[in-house]
């Protein structure tokens, strides 16, 4: 029986990389996109009204009725009413209020819209009122219901998944600024819905524990030997502006850059590799030699240090970026074509890992694009790193991570538009990157096992 096919229960699930590739998944992504929109919207009310009613009840409201300030006794019947309102709103409407505290922070389904009044009715007393608990479990539920219930809206009876997914999107989208970053929600979520299976704690707690022993390790050893930590740092980044209209739209174009690039450096690299698998030596030193000529060609044709082409780009991204100015558009774009191609070279036949120059790559096709109107420096450098690291990693959280962190205090302001990128050249990744064992190639090492074609999925084309 063909995979994807529903003739039995014990069908298997639906392969990943065909959901990537499908028109489906493609219109899921923009539902998901437009929800974001009221639901952080619905969310930022909600804060607000929170902000507000506070000190109503605790500083107006007192001063209205003739008090020269807030009474020693006046949370007495404050958080007695409190307390009565939440208690009815458990006690009879639908919903029981939403989530139980005492569970701990165990995000679960989206709940119904006719559930929503008494989860909102309930969090505004719990926390207008003085209760001692936060917002983000009503946001989630608030965020998750009403996307839901948007979905339910625009097609009557929607897949349990796809109601499922967007649910979780208005989850995302609610607490996605509460905690001060979209990623700080996006994990938080991940981590506490234990998204990954049950084994997804048991590995990550070890594996913290484990980075910050090697991290204080490797300061340690750097001070005490002077050789430094051979960390990624970057020292003299300049200010980010703020994120606008036109940088969002240059975020697209971006990603779509980084993702037709990483296809283009993988399928070389692939075609260069068969090469040299049929004559080891000779073709590897032709490989060499093949580097070695686009870094004289670059340092002839520039004027620049043949540095630029050579190497990973890991201990290049702290001056490039600090003399970027010095660099012309015409020394941009040939930077970006030749260390792409010794970048292809060195895949073919060297070892090591992929990386930095995939970081160095997209930060010069970064800072090239600055130089168009409306993209500033930092944007583009960041946007820049991202897209091409999701593009050749795969790793699209691990690709935010790397353009955000590695900027320092600045990545916090660009990080919506890196998230962006990042989206795009992942996405566009996938749907154009040819299934393995359709004979277009893959970007793994060897040739693939012929394998049953799958299904296709709905929508597909």
Same mark, same amino acid.
């Given at each position: 029986?063909?995979?994807?096919?529903?003739?039995?229960?014990?069908?298997? *699930?639906?392969?990943?990389?065909?959901?990537?590739?499908? +028109? /489906?998944?493609?219109?899921?992504?923009?539902? /998901?996109?437009?929800?974001?929109?009221? =639901?952080? /919207?619905?969310?930022?009310?909600?804060?607000?009204?929170?902000?507000? =009613?506070?000190?109503? #009840?605790?500083?107006? #409201?007192?001063?209205?009725?003739?008090?020269?300030?807030?009474?020693?006794?006046?949370? #007495?019947?404050?958080?007695?009413?409190?307390?009565?309102?939440?208690?009815?709103?458990?006690?009879?409407?639908?919903?029981?209020?939403?989530?139980?505290? %005492?569970?701990?922070?165990? $995000?679960?389904?989206?709940?119904?819209?006719?559930?929503?009044?008494?989860?909102?009715?309930?969090?505004? &007393? !719990?926390?207008?009122?003085?209760?001692?608990?936060? *917002?983000?479990?009503?946001?989630?539920?608030?965020?998750?219901?009403?996307?839901?219930?948007?979905?339910?809206?625009?097609?009557?009876? *929607?897949?349990?998944?796809? @109601?499922?997914?967007?649910? &979780?999107?208005?989850?995302?989208?609610? =607490?996605?600024?509460?905690?001060?970053?979209?990623?700080?929600?996006?994990?938080?979520?991940?981590? /506490?819905?234990?998204?990954?299976?049950?084994?997804?704690?048991?590995?990550?707690?070890?594996?913290?524990?484990?980075?910050?022993?090697?991290?204080?390790?490797?300061?340690?050893?750097?001070?005490? %030997?002077?050789?430094?930590?051979?960390?990624? %740092?970057?020292?003299?980044?300049?200010?980010?502006?703020?994120?606008?209209?036109?940088?969002?739209?240059?975020?697209?174009?971006?990603?779509?850059?980084?993702?037709?690039?990483?296809?283009?450096?993988?399928?070389?690299?692939?075609? #260069? +590799?068969?090469?040299?698998?049929?004559?080891?030596?000779?073709?590897?030193?032709?490989?060499?030699?093949?580097?070695?000529?686009?870094?004289?060609?670059?340092?002839?044709?520039?004027?620049?240090? &043949?540095?630029?082409?050579?190497?990973?780009?890991?201990?290049?991204?702290?001056?490039?970026?600090?003399?970027?100015?010095?660099? @012309?558009?015409?020394?941009?774009?040939?930077? =970006?074509?030749?260390?792409?191609?010794?970048?292809?070279?060195?895949? @073919?036949?060297?070892?090591?890992?992929?990386?930095?120059?995939?970081?160095?790559?997209?930060?010069?096709?970064?800072?090239?694009?600055?130089?168009?109107?409306?993209?500033?420096?930092?944007?583009?450098?960041?946007?820049?790193?991202?897209?091409?690291?999701?593009?050749?990693?795969?790793? $699209?959280?691990?690709?935010?991570?790397?353009?955000?962190?590695?900027?320092?205090?600045?990545?916090? !302001?660009?990080?919506?538009?890196?998230?962006?990128?990042?989206?795009?050249?992942?996405?566009?990744?996938?749907?154009? !990157?040819?299934?393995?064992?359709?004979?277009?190639?893959?970007?793994?090492?060897?040739?693939?096992?012929?394998?049953?074609?799958?299904?296709?999925?709905?929508?597909?084309?």
């Amino acid at each position: 029986m063909p995979v994807g096919t529903t003739e039995s229960g014990a069908a298997s *699930p639906p392969d990943p990389m065909t959901l990537l590739r499908s +028109r /489906a998944y493609l219109v899921l992504l923009v539902m /998901a996109a437009l929800i974001g929109v009221p =639901v952080s /919207a619905a969310a930022f009310g909600f804060l607000a009204l929170v902000g507000e =009613v506070q000190p109503l #009840l605790y500083t107006d #409201l007192p001063k209205s009725m003739g008090f020269a300030g807030t009474p020693w006794w006046w949370p #007495l019947p404050l958080l007695a009413v409190g307390g009565l309102l939440t208690a009815l709103t458990v006690q009879y409407l639908p919903g029981h209020g939403g989530h139980e505290p %005492t569970a701990g922070f165990k $995000p679960t389904g989206a709940p119904t819209p006719i559930e929503l009044p008494g989860i909102f009715t309930a969090a505004l &007393a !719990t926390l207008c009122f003085g209760a001692v608990l936060g *917002p983000e479990a009503p946001l989630l539920a608030l965020g998750g219901g009403l996307a839901a219930g948007a979905v339910r809206m625009v097609r009557r009876d *929607p897949p349990e998944q796809m @109601s499922a997914v967007l649910g &979780a999107a208005g989850s995302f989208a609610a =607490v996605s600024s509460l905690l001060g970053s979209p990623l700080l929600g996006a994990f938080l979520l991940m981590e /506490a819905s234990g998204l990954g299976g049950a084994m997804m704690a048991v590995v990550l707690v070890p594996g913290l524990l484990a980075a910050g022993i090697g991290a204080l390790i490797f300061v340690g050893l750097g001070s005490w %030997t002077g050789l430094g930590t051979y960390s990624l %740092t970057l020292h003299d980044v300049p200010e980010a502006a703020r994120p606008t209209a036109a940088e969002f739209g240059w975020a697209l174009v971006i990603g779509l850059s980084a993702a037709l690039a990483g296809l283009g450096i993988r399928w070389l690299s692939v075609r #260069l +590799r068969t090469h040299v698998e049929r004559r080891r030596v000779p073709a590897t030193v032709v490989m060499g030699l093949v580097v070695a000529g686009l870094a004289i060609g670059y340092a002839e044709g520039t004027g620049k240090p &043949a540095t630029d082409v050579l190497y990973s780009g890991q201990t290049a991204l702290d001056p490039f970026l600090t003399h970027s100015a010095a660099y @012309s558009v015409g020394a941009l774009s040939l930077l =970006v074509l030749c260390k792409g191609l010794a970048y292809c070279a060195s895949l @073919s036949g060297f070892r090591g890992g992929p990386i930095f120059p995939a970081m160095f790559v997209g930060a010069a096709g970064g800072i090239l694009s600055s130089h168009l109107p409306g993209l500033t420096l930092v944007a583009g450098f960041a946007m820049g790193i991202g897209a091409m690291s999701a593009a050749m990693l795969r790793l $699209p959280l691990v690709s935010v991570l790397l353009a955000t962190l590695l900027i320092g205090a600045q990545g916090v !302001t660009v990080m919506p538009l890196v998230i962006v990128a990042v989206v795009v050249s992942y996405v566009a990744t996938a749907k154009l !990157t040819p299934l393995p064992g359709s004979g277009s190639g893959s970007g793994s090492g060897s040739a693939p096992a012929p394998a049953p074609a799958p299904a296709p999925a709905p929508g597909r084309r």
